[in-house]
């Protein structure tokens, strides 16, 4: 109950953000930056991974929306969606010392780690 509460919270902040992007037209925008990425948690250890993830996370400048979810079809896969106020923030997250102790902690329960796509948020509807 508690992961889908964290979900739906994360999807309605994901859902304001974009919508408010939706209200103004394309060519207003600045060029705002997103991921998709699929890690793999060790056998057992999503759970863990998705709490290290979700408390590391929470304070990273210019991030306009980080939701982890579970995978439906596999007990062990995590699916993070990132949508940043531009690249340069996204990148400059990962020298925080919050999200560098988040990685360390989290990294030996990981079996692997995708980036599926890299995106460009333009507009969404909530």
């Not at 991921?35 to 590391?56: C, D, F, P, S």
């Not at 400048?61 to 596999?74: K, M, N, Q």
């Amino acid at each position: 109950m508690t992961n889908r509460r964290q979900f739906l919270i994360s999807a309605l902040f994901t859902a304001a953000s974009l919508r408010s992007l939706a209200a103004q037209p394309a060519e207003v925008h600045h060029k705002m930056f997103g991921l998709i990425a699929k890690l793999t948690a060790a056998n057992g250890h999503r759970a863990e991974v998705i709490a290290i993830l979700a408390a590391g996370t929470r304070q990273m400048p210019g991030c306009v929306s980080y939701v982890i979810s579970e995978d439906t079809a596999d007990e062990n896969s995590i699916w993070v969606t990132e949508i940043w106020n531009s690249k340069a923030d996204h990148d400059a997250s990962l020298s925080l010392p919050a999200v560098q102790a988040t990685i360390a902690k989290a990294k030996p329960m990981i079996a692997s780690f995708a980036k599926i796509a890299e995106i460009n948020p333009v507009a969404g509807v909530g």
